[in-house]
Nanobody, 120 residues
Framework: QVQLVESGGGLVQPGGSLRLSCVAS????????MGWYRQAPGEEREMVAG???????KYGDSVKGRFTISRDNAKKTAYLQMNSLKPEDTAVYYC??????????????WGQGTQVTVSS
């Protein structure tokens, strides 16, 4: 059984910062790409940031220069540092990881999501 658990969401004022964490656990042999996605009410889920196992990163246009993704492979954890938050960043943030499980191959796993609300 593989699980991804996000944490770090909450309520923050515009211009503030939050740091999200995503911890993977279970019968994991290898984690490839990890990423953060978000979904606002009535909107489609969108990619926020991604990071390869080697540390190569990519970002959605709306968060470039404000958000930073990182990972600690030893801890099986990905992070999303969010600065200069705007009300339009309000959404449920989900972690996704490509995980290889012995005997099951590689597939995408998703966390349960963490709410981020940016409001004064």
């Amino acid at each position: 059984q593989v699980q991804l658990v996000e944490s770090g969401g909450g309520l923050v004022q515009p211009g503030g910062s939050l740091r999200l964490s995503c911890v993977a656990s279970g019968s994991i042999r290898r984690i490839d790409d990890m990423g953060w996605y978000r979904q606002a009410p009535g909107e489609e889920r969108e990619m926020v940031a991604g990071i390869s196992s080697g540390g190569r990163t990519k970002y959605g246009d709306s968060v470039k220069g404000r958000f930073t993704i990182s990972r600690d492979n030893a801890k099986k954890t990905a992070y999303l540092q969010m600065n200069s938050l705007k009300p339009e960043d309000t959404a449920v943030y989900y972690c996704k990881a490509e995980i290889y499980v012995l005997g099951r191959g590689t597939r995408d796993y998703w966390g349960q999501g963490t709410q981020v609300t940016v409001s004064s």
